[in-house]
């Protein structure tokens, strides 16, 4: 076999991945599992002295490896200190609040972990409390409460309701969406009660308060939607942007600036090192500036650990700019998708933000030099045709996935994102300053604040203009 070490190295990584892909729709026994990884364990002692049959046994043992890493994040069915043991059971728990809760218009989706000893459960039939016997109680919850009372982060509630396993809705998997983030049990309706404040993680509550504290000083200094939108494109917060509007973006393909994802932030940051280098400033200046710029974007919207997977591959581009090989960004990129696996598993088949980060990344690597050449005798301004082309070169590659998840095609998409995207930054920047200015006073933000309103009334008329072309999206 002639293949170097970094190729070697590369399918390693890649037969890690197959093995995740393969556990995700395969389901087998651990044992088996094990049992597989023992015999290419022996082939590899057994086949030393042959390198060919060597590496082909070390391939077996990453896939393998792969699909033992996706049974092991799976819990234990039959495990009683697991709060999804008791699922089809009424259950009164005490549970700290462990994301920042979702709020929509009809009410707020709240992630709670399991904390307590010898709660009390109730099953059908059967009158009065049954205790567990003294272990503690872990694991995820999903409730589902009205609007009002509104709670946050570290608050520690008392909870009576009935649990379920979650369920597939329709074609969409719900069940697999929760797994995801641990969640194997969802209360719809129950009774909730607050205990006490402050019990999370004190590093993420400063961080979330930091982000809260950031979105109110937005408020203050920019009136609706453009406030909105504003703290939708730097923390991600949708919540107040009206409903015709984010159909408007939908319809036009830009929902990516107010959606935290990598394929979101992989964009901005190709677009963001295009014009920094278009206007004179040096590549490793531009890295440091952005990379900088990544980083205060994760801590202000709260570091969770999908924004920050989106921070990890918007880094990612930034170092295959670096790197400047295409082989070694492969490399890079394979591993990269190796340790976020390591971590979380179920992201690969069940999270579209994912899958939409690495194909979007991936369009930028290896599908931009090829258009940059193409259009090489394009006229280029201010770094324009570079955006367009990396722009498209995400597109290219996220399209299929989109139409696959969300049926609708943005006939508009390439030239909303021409005319929008490269504005983003500038939002952005300004943006940042309105919302610090705004924390020391709402009169100061605001002065800043009417530049950024510019902004974003120009990136709403245009979405609004493109939107209104009858053809400008097609479902499929």
């Avoid at 406030?227 to 919540?239: E, N, P, T, Y």
């Avoid at 021409?418 to 309105?434: D, E, R």
Wanted: glycine share 10%; charged share 15%; hydrophobic share 55%.
């Amino acid at each position: 076999m002639s293949l170097g070490r970094s190729k070697i190295f590369l399918f390693c990584l890649l037969a890690f991945v197959l093995g995740v892909l393969a556990a995700s729709f395969w389901q087998i026994e651990f044992i088996y599992l094990y049992s597989l990884f023992l015999l290419f364990f022996i082939g590899f002692l057994i086949f030393w002295s042959k390198r060919t049959w060597r590496v082909i046994m070390v391939w077996g043992l990453f896939f393998v490896l792969g699909m033992i890493r996706l049974v092991l994040s799976a819990p234990t069915i039959n495990d009683p200190s697991q709060i999804s043991f008791y699922n089809g059971q009424d259950v009164v728990v005490e549970a700290v609040i462990a994301e920042e809760p979702d709020v929509r218009l009809d009410g707020q989706k709240i992630t709670v972990e399991v904390r307590g000893s010898s709660p009390s459960f109730t099953k059908e039939g059967v009158r009065g409390w049954l205790s567990i016997g003294g272990g503690v109680l872990r694991g995820r919850l999903l409730i589902k409460a009205p609007l009002y009372p509104s709670y946050q982060y570290g608050d520690l509630l008392k909870i009576n309701c009935q649990i379920e396993a979650p369920e597939k809705i329709e074609d969409f998997a719900y069940d697999k969406y929760l797994a995801r983030y641990d969640i194997y049990s969802v209360c719809w309706r129950g009774q909730i009660e607050k205990v006490d404040s402050n019990q999370g993680n004190p590093i993420k509550a400063g961080l979330l308060g930091v982000k809260s504290g950031f979105i109110k000083a937005i408020n203050s200094s920019l009136p609706e939607p453009h406030a909105s939108l504003l703290a939708g494109i730097l923390v991600g917060a949708r919540r107040g942007i009206p409903e015709y509007l984010l159909e408007t973006f939908n319809r036009v393909g830009v929902t990516h600036i107010i959606a935290i994802s990598g394929s979101n932030i992989t964009i901005i940051a190709a677009a963001l090192l295009i014009l920094l280098q278009g206007i004179g400033v040096s590549r490793r200046h531009t890295f440091w500036l952005i990379s900088l710029g990544i980083a205060s974007f994760v801590v202000m919207t709260g570091a969770s650990a999908s924004v920050v997977r989106a921070g990890i591959m918007g880094l990612f581009v930034l170092l295959a700019s670096q790197l400047g090989r295409a082989s070694r960004a492969t490399n890079a990129l394979a591993f990269t998708a190796f340790v976020m696996l390591l971590v979380n598993p179920k992201v690969l088949v069940f999270d579209a933000g994912f899958q939409l980060s690495f194909l979007a990344t991936m369009g930028i690597v290896y599908i931009n030099p090829v258009l940059q050449k193409f259009a090489k005798k394009w006229p280029g301004v201010f770094g324009l045709k570079e955006v367009l082309i990396t722009t498209l070169s995400a597109i290219i590659m996220t399209t299929p996935l989109i139409l696959y998840q969300f049926g609708r095609f943005s006939v508009v998409a390439p030239v909303a994102n021409l005319l929008i995207v490269p504005l983003v930054s500038v939002v952005m920047a300004m943006g940042f300053i309105t919302g610090l200015l705004g924390l020391v006073s709402a009169a100061a933000g605001s002065v800043v604040g009417w530049g950024a309103w510019a902004v974003l009334e120009y990136i709403i008329l245009a979405a609004e203009f493109l939107s209104s072309w009858r053809w400008a999206s097609l479902g499929l």
